[in-house]
C-alpha cells in the first residue's frame, strides 16, 4: 500500500511539475533559480550512493553466482541480450530515419554553436574499461571502470571458495546499507522529480520544440516500437510475461527515468521494481542492472542512429549502406560507453558522427532539444536492462512466478 503511494506521489511530482513549468515559461530564471536546487539536491543525493550501491551490489551479484561457470553462462547470456538488442535498437532507429528522412526540410540556424568535447576513439573507450588504478576509477566514478573492478573481485572471491565468504558478507552488508539509504532518498523523490522538470518545461517551451519536431517525434516513435516489439517479445517468448504485466511493474522506474535521465539514478528504484514486481531474484538484479545501467543503452543507440542520419540529411550528405552499417556498430559501442547520467548521449555521438566522416559541429542542432530526447531514450535504457533482468531469471528457471498471482489476487480483491 504504501509503495503505491509513493508511485502516486511521484506521478503527481511529474504533473504539477509539468504544470508550473508551463505557467513559468515567460519567466524560466525563476525555474532555474528556486525549484531547480531542490532536484540537485535530490540527485546529488542519488549520486551520493551509485558507486557504492553498484560496485557493492555487482560485487554480491557476482559472488552469487556460485561457481564460475554459472557466472560465466548468466554474464554471458547477459551481454549477449544487452548487444543483440542495441544493435537491433539502432538498425529500427536508421530505419525509421530513412522512411520519414528525418532531416528533410530543415535548415541550419546561423547561430547554433555548442562547446563540444572531443569524443574517446573506439579503441580508447574498450582499452579504458580496465582500470590501472582502481581506486582512481571509484573515486572518479568511472563507472565501466568500477564495473571491471567489481567483477573481477567477485570472480576473485568464487575462484577462493570457503576464504572469500567474509569479504562477501562485507559487500553484502555494504549493499543492503546502500538500499536502506536509498529508500529513505525515496521518500523525497516527489519533490526531486517535480523541481527536476519544472525548469525543463520552463526553459524548452514550444518555442523551441517546433523546428525540431520531427526529430523528436521520430526519436519518440524509434523507442516506443522498440520497447513493444522488441521489449514485449523477448519477455513474452523467453520468460511467458505478458507485456502489460511486465509493463504494469516497471512502470515506476520508467517514470523515474523520464523525469531524471538519468539511468545510474534510477537503478535503485529499477533494482527494487524488477525484484518485487516482476520476480527477478536478487542475485540475478544486483548482477544484470548495475551491469545493465552502464552498458546497456537502446535508448541512446537509437538516438545516435536517427540523429546521424538527422544530420547527414540537413548537411546534404548520402549516407550509404556500409555507412549505415558502421553507425550500427560505432552506435552500439558508443552507447556501452554513454556514461548514465544526463547529456552523455549527446557527447558520445560525436564518435558516432566521426567514425562515418559526418560534422561533428551537427550535434549543436540538436542540442537545444537533447534533454526532451534524453528523457525518452533514458526511460528505454532501463526497460531494456529490466527486460533482460526478467530473461535471465526466466532461462535460468529462477523467476518468482508468485509476485503476478499476487497482484492479480489483490487487485481481484
Ligand atoms: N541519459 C542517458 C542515461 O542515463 C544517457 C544518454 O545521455 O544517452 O541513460
Redesign the pocket.
Known sequence: MKKMQLTTKIFIGLVLGILLGIILQPYPDIATNYIKPFGTLFLNLIKLVIVPLVFCSLVVGTCSMDDVRKLGRIGGKTMAYYLLTTAFAVTIGLILANITKVGGGFSIPVDAKVEISEAPNVVDTLLNIIPSNPLKALVDGNMLQVIAFALIIGAGIIGIGEKGKVLQEIFDSGAEVMYKIIAVIMEYAPIGVFALITPVVAQNGPGVLLPLLKLIIVVYAGCAIHALVTYSSTVYLFARVTPLQFFKGIAPAMVF?FT???????LPLNMKRSEENLGVPKSICSFCLPLG?TVN?D??AI??GICAFFIAQVYGLDLSISAQLTIILTATLA?IG???????????LGMVLQSVGLPIEGIALIAGV?RIL??M??MI??TGDSACSVVVAATEGELNRSVFEKKAGASAK
Open positions: 527515468a531524471t535521465a538519468s539511468s545510474s539514478a534510477t545501467a543503452m535508448g541512446t538516438y545516435q552507447s554513454t556514461a548514465g547520467v544526463p547529456g552523455a548521449g549527446m557527447i558520445m537533447d534524453d528523457m531514450r533514458t535504457n532501463i
